[in-house]
């Protein structure tokens, strides 16, 4: 019979994520009842959407009432990881926006602090539901791919990445903490094994008047052997398949996650079969039902933090190891050690 109470921290235009976290909310029972954007206009446009809400330009005053359970936080990145901070010493649940934050020591102060503050935290990896994504997990779970060894991803092509905060590496992180969490999370949700070592190549060729990187290349190593490359990039003048995953048992190839489907190439009684396979459908509901049911019936969180920072960990790695000119360990695995 318990009531979750929502609010959100930042409500800004650009995509109208705000709205659509709180429509979430609603959607799965809670009661949105407030909203926080330093920028009052911001809040004006929050009244008009739900305006039965409370709003706030300041997040110590929304923190500060009592009757908020949840807060969903929507800021430029280099703001996850002292608001998200903030939020749970304010004794709330927390849900960030992609990315966790911008560095792995960040990653792990925020876990740790949820684990002794008993407090649910976790991070809107909402593409886990993807319909593309859903469909290559059934065809691991079917045996299809059998191990898999070797994986690419290439997302970008040849485009100025634009003037905004999202081109500013001192408030994004740089060119691979946006869709690059989300494939960092793809990989790694369907990679077993610890990641033995990473290795990070960056270029800045061409983009000079912002200040993210033009390109990124991270090759992440397996303790099994197994490979992942991803490449984020904006000089890319000719591109190559988004997804192209090869196991023992057969391979995926996807040129477009959003064309509703995949080429799989295996094998059948001893005959090449390659075959386009229609995916499944999308269920983007999923991330707040599971919040949902978490808090409200105690059913095992989804999108655990402890994966939401080992995205983080890869990221910052592959720029360190760019910056040193050498592969370096992931020590973030350690510390997931220590968690067991």
């Known amino acids: 019979n318990k009531t979750i109470r929502g609010a959100v921290i930042g409500y800004g235009g650009a995509f109208n994520m705000g709205r659509h976290h709180a429509q979430s909310m609603m959607n799965v029972g809670f009661e949105f009842v407030a909203a926080c954007d330093l920028d009052p206009a911001r809040m004006e446009q929050a009244k008009q959407d739900f305006p039965h809400i409370r709003t706030y330009t300041s997040v110590e005053e929304l923190l500060a009432q009592p009757d908020i359970d949840l807060v969903t936080v929507i800021t430029p990145h280099n703001t996850h990881a002292s608001l998200a901070m903030q939020v749970l010493e304010a004794g709330k649940h927390c849900i960030l926006e992609k990315p966790m934050c911008i560095r792995e020591a960040d990653a792990i102060s925020l876990i740790q602090k949820a684990r002794q503050s008993n407090l649910m935290l976790s991070v809107f990896h909402n593409r886990?539901?993807?319909?593309?994504?859903?469909?290559?997990?059934?065809?691991?779970?079917?045996?299809?791919?059998?191990?898999?060894?070797?994986?690419?991803?290439?997302?970008?092509?040849?485009?100025?990445?634009?003037?905004?905060?999202?081109?500013?590496?001192?408030?994004?992180?740089?060119?691979?903490?946006?869709?690059?969490?989300?494939?960092?999370?793809?990989?790694?949700?369907?990679?077993?094994?610890?990641?033995?070592?990473?290795?990070?190549?960056?270029?800045?060729?061409?983009?000079?008047?912002?200040?993210?990187?033009?390109?990124?290349?991270?090759?992440?190593?397996?303790?099994?052997?197994?490979?992942?490359?991803?490449?984020?990039?904006?000089?890319?003048?000719?591109?190559?398949?988004?997804?192209?995953?090869?196991?023992?048992?057969?391979?995926?190839?996807?040129?477009?996650?959003?064309?509703?489907?995949?080429?799989?190439?295996?094998?059948?009684?001893?005959?090449?079969?390659?075959?386009?396979?229609?995916?499944?459908?999308?269920?983007?509901?999923?991330?707040?039902?599971?919040?949902?049911?978490?808090?409200?019936?105690?059913?095992?969180?989804?999108?655990?933090?402890?994966?939401?920072?080992?995205?983080?960990?890869?990221?910052e790695t592959t720029e360190k190891s760019a910056a040193a000119g050498q592969e370096l360990p992931l020590a973030y695995e350690s510390f997931l050690e220590q968690l067991k």
């Open 128 to 315: 886990r539901w993807d319909a593309w994504y859903l469909t290559l997990k059934d065809l691991i779970a079917r045996d299809l791919l059998g191990d898999i060894f070797h994986v690419e991803v290439f997302f970008g092509g040849f485009n100025h990445p634009g003037h905004w905060w999202r081109s500013n590496k001192e408030i994004s992180g740089g060119a691979f903490y946006d869709w690059g969490a989300h494939i960092l999370d793809w990989v790694l949700g369907f990679m077993p094994g610890k990641i033995t070592s990473v290795r990070g190549v960056v270029h800045k060729r061409l983009w000079h008047d912002v200040t993210n990187e033009d390109q990124v290349d991270s090759f992440i190593h397996f303790d099994n052997g197994a490979l992942a490359h991803i490449q984020m990039s904006s000089i890319a003048r000719a591109g190559k398949p988004t997804v192209r995953i090869l196991g023992t048992k057969g391979a995926v190839v996807d040129a477009d996650l959003w064309d509703g489907a995949m080429m799989l190439h295996t094998e059948v009684n001893g005959l090449k079969v390659e075959t386009k396979v229609s995916n499944l459908k999308d269920n983007h509901a999923a991330y707040y039902e599971n919040i949902a049911a978490h808090l409200l019936r105690g059913e095992e969180l989804i999108v655990k933090p402890e994966q939401a920072g080992r995205v983080i960990a890869v990221i």
